[in-house]
């Protein structure tokens, strides 16, 4: 908690100068480069009613950007019974670049594109839309995968087609990644559905386990490509 100078509009709508507020923290990260910074406070804050605002600069080298820290005003009293305001939300943000392996994007750039979408909304305080955006760029990414297994078009249409469960059930083998694809669509259908069904699993959940389809895909991908890119010595090459 620390004691911050504003100015701002009164409750009489009056311009108030120099004015006290109670904020609990500083931004510990730039929205922007993500590093983890105390960044350099750049002009005094602005404060109206429920609201206030804080202008901050990064002070990494490299970035150097500018962004404002939005406070809103705590309900409730401190112990020591003083208002307080809370470090909320910081503008911009610039989406996150979240490593997505190049196997991974290879074989799906509209599962990395639509992630990296949900991302930014979810970034942005939007739940209520990043739910449904991670479980498009899951369906994407399992679609994609199951079609890159078939060399049959007739297959590859039906995938298309087929709802998401179902593609899972019929075209996904190995003994860990239907399990998992499985319980993420689960999930992902919960953040579309007007009712959840599993109560106490929420968005981290979700994200957990599409990270792993993620992980146990491009581990499939990287076994298929071993032994064209690391031919075993010991086999008779074919003739
Ligand atoms: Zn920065």
Known sequence: MRQIMVSGLGADGNRVGNFQLQIDKDPNECPICRTKVVPENVAPGFFKGEWAEMYYRCVNTGCMRSFIARYQLDQGLTPQGMRIYRLQSLFPVEPLEKAV??????????????????????????????GPGYRKAFEFLIKDYAISLQADDKAKEEIKKLQLGAVIEKYLTGDKLPIVSKRAAWLGNDETHYERRWIGKDLEDLKKLIEAVEYFIAMELLVKELPTEMPDPTTPAKS
């Open 101 to 130: 392996s190049a196997d991974i994007l290879t074989l799906s750039p509209s599962f990395a594109r639509i992630a990296a979408q949900a991302r930014t909304a979810e970034e942005h305080g939007l739940d209520d839309v990043a």
